[in-house]
């Protein structure tokens, strides 16, 4: 059975530092380019970060970029999500997606609220 299952979110005030972690099993993680999608709500899905299988790619989104860093464990089945200097459009549900070629899945989802 697979299972991405998310954690780390909560309410952060603005400036302040959250990690989110995605926990993965029922499949071969090590094979999977894995990423991080948010939905603020009453918008769209954003895709924030992706990092390949073996980590030699990634990128970020404008909105993010030099505030939060994207790593994984290939060891740990688990992926990461580094997120400094949170701002109050940085408020949505947080969700990890797993893709390789035609498969792809995607974890339940963690909240993510910045605010004073």
């Known amino acids: 059975q697979v299972q991405l299952v998310e954690s780390g979110g909560g309410l952060a005030q603005p400036g302040g530092s959250l990690r989110l972690s995605c926990a993965a099993s029922?499949?071969?993680?090590?094979?999977?380019?894995m990423s991080w999608g948010r939905q603020a709500p009453g918008k769209g899905l954003e895709w924030v970060s992706g990092?390949?299988?073996?980590?030699?790619?990634?990128w970020y989104a404008d909105s993010v970029k030099g505030r939060f860093t994207i790593s994984r464990d290939n060891t740990k089945n688990t992926l990461y999500l580094q997120m400094n200097s949170l701002e109050p459009e940085d408020t949505a549900v947080y969700y990890c997606?797993?893709?390789?070629?035609?498969?792809?899945?995607w974890g339940q989802g963690t909240q993510v609220t910045v605010s004073s």
């Open positions: 029922g499949f071969t993680f090590s094979d999977y380019s």
């Open positions: 990092i390949f299988s073996d980590s030699s790619n990634i």
């Open positions: 997606n797993a893709k390789w070629g035609p498969r792809e899945y």
